[in-house]
């Protein structure tokens, strides 16, 4: 077999098998309620868990949730979904441009507390949305549109 011939083979069975496009990426969405009611305006972040972010393994997904609180993800890269196998599973409510961080010490221009000022809270418990908290949601190959997650308020007592 020549040089040429030994190339194209080559490249086409990377092609067949994938391996050129990175991590298995399937559709993903689903429903975010808080306190059984659509949840909208809340960002829902998927993280591969013990992945390789080198080869794109570790490539984390997003959705925003609308007036129904339904979401799709979408990959960093664009692509429709998230990385096929188990993630964190983290839920933040979206702050407006420019808005103050939640929970922030809202002040004065001095840094001292402004009693007239109120601090933005989220409500959704910090669980959902901390470097320790958050689920855990498996992607199966063939996707999911039930991605669904119920949130309980903070102090709500089961």
């Keep these: 077999m020549n040089r040429n011939a030994v190339v194209v083979v080559a490249a086409v069975c990377l092609l067949a098998c994938g391996c050129g496009d990175g991590p298995k ?3 993903v969405s689903g429903v975010v309620t808080l306190d059984g009611k659509p949840y909208p305006n809340a960002v829902v972040t998927f993280q591969p868990q013990g992945g390789n972010t080198a080869d794109g393994a570790g490539m984390g997904s997003t959705g925003l949730t609308d007036e129904q609180g339904r979401y799709s993800l979408t990959t960093i890269d664009g692509r429709g979904g998230a990385v096929v196998g188990k993630h964190r599973v983290r839920i933040q409510t979206r702050r407006e441009a420019g808005g103050a961080p939640f929970d922030a010490n809202v002040g ?3 840094g001292s507390p402004d009693p007239k000022k109120k601090t933005a809270v989220d409500p959704i418990p910090v669980e959902w949305y901390s470097s320790e908290g958050g689920k855990e949601f498996t992607v199966p190959a063939g ?3 039930k991605a669904d997650f119920a949130i309980e308020p903070k102090g709500k007592k089961k």
Excluded: E, L, N, R
């Design 108 to 110: 004065s221009a001095d």
């Design 143 to 145: 996707g999911t549109d």
């Design 25 to 27: 990426v399937a559709q």
